[in-house]
């Protein structure tokens, strides 16, 4: 199976700035999509961003001009660098990759996994 790490979340002032990282590893053939989501106390999972394996991204219209999303396919890791962080940007940050693996039967098979989602905070 493929495992995510992330990296990067703590409490900033509005304003300021973080950059998440995620990494994934396992037994790894290739990653179609990694994206970021977040959920803030009491209110739903949001996708805030996403990048295929061809680099195209995309946007939640909250963090449009804020955040940016990259990849580094080589390390299997995906960066999320948050500008201009606002107090409604609080809330846990997860991770989500897809992609296909090398099975224990050998073959390949779809994967869909989290992260276990870091902590970010902003304080007016």
């Known amino acids: 199976q493929v495992q995510l790490v992330e990296s990067g979340g703590g409490l900033v002032q509005a304003g300021g700035s973080l950059r998440l990282s995620c990494v994934a590893s396992g037994s790894i053939f290739s990653i179609r999509t990694m994206d970021w989501y977040r959920q803030a106390p009491g209110k739903q999972r949001e996708l805030v961003a996403g990048?295929?394996?061809?680099?195209?991204?995309n946007y939640a219209a909250s963090v449009k001009e804020r955040f940016t999303i990259s990849r580094d396919n080589a390390k299997n890791t995906v960066y999320l660098q948050m500008n201009s962080l606002k107090p409604e940007d609080t809330g846990v940050y997860y991770c989500?990759?897809?992609?296909?693996?090398?099975?224990?039967?050998?073959?390949?098979?779809?994967?869909?996994?989290w992260g276990q989602g870091t902590q970010v905070t902003v304080s007016s």
């Open positions: 989500n990759t897809r992609g296909r693996f090398y099975s224990g039967s050998g073959y390949l098979a779809d994967f869909d996994s």
């Open positions: 990048i295929t394996s061809g680099g195209v991204t």
